[in-house]
Every structure is written in C-alpha cells, then in structure tokens.
C-alpha cells in the first residue's frame, strides 16, 4: 500500500515555473516507478512523464520534453516534478501515480494516485 500527497501547485505566468512534490508513505518507495499525469477541464487524463525506481530513467511527453524534469529522492520518499517555461496549455490538475512497469503511459497501469494539485498558469 502507497499513499501520494501532492504539493506545490499554484497560478504562475507563461514563462515562470513551478516545482511540484510528491510524498509517499510505505517501505517500498524505491521499488514503483512514479509517474506524473495531468488532466485538464472536460478533458482526459494524459502522461506527462515517469521515472524508474532508482530514479536513473526517465521519459517524457513531447509536449512537455525539454521543459520538464522528473526527479525522485528515495530516501525521502519523494518524488518532484520541475516544471520550466510553462504555458497556458499546461493548466491542469497534476496527479503522481505509482505503478511497477517503466514505460507504460496510460493511467490504467498505474495503481496509486494522489488527489491532484492545481497548476494553472496565466497568460
């Protein structure tokens, strides 16, 4: 059993940035790849990115590759996503999941999700 709590979202301009946190409980941290998602109003939830379990992979959506980085940190059972150069388009609730697969993208492989934080970000 994993529990996620997401923290660090708020309104920022296009161009700012924004570090988003993810905190788990549970022994086993380092054994899940952590993925990010988003979901935007009236719109489906979509990857954003994922990290293995030692944190030494990573991949991301295009739409966010280059200004987006994942990160973990097992010793404290966290997990970040660093978030540069946003745009309007990025406003969404940002969710981490837990999963035992590196590569899957659909929220359906991932088995722990947080509740979400608020990124929006003005133009």
């Known amino acids: 059993q994993v529990q996620l709590v997401e923290s660090g979202g708020g309104l920022v301009q296009a161009g700012g940035s924004l570090r988003l946190s993810c905190a788990a409980s549970?022994?086993?941290?380092?054994?899940?790849?952590m993925g990010w998602f988003r979901q935007a109003p009236g719109k489906e939830r979509e990857f954003v990115g994922v990290?293995?379990?030692?944190?030494?992979?990573?991949n991301y959506a295009d739409s966010v590759k280059g200004r987006f980085t994942i990160s973990r940190d097992n010793a404290k059972n966290a997990v970040y996503l660093q978030m540069n150069s946003l745009k309007p388009e990025d406003t969404a609730v940002y969710y981490c999941?837990?999963?035992?697969?590196?590569?899957?993208?659909?929220?359906?492989?991932?088995?722990?999700w947080g509740q979400g934080t608020q990124v929006t970000v003005s133009s």
């Open positions: 549970g022994r086993t941290f380092s054994s899940y790849v």
């Open positions: 990290i293995t379990g030692s944190g030494s992979l990573s």
């Open positions: 999941a837990a999963g035992t697969h590196y590569g899957r993208m659909q929220p359906r492989d991932y088995r722990y």
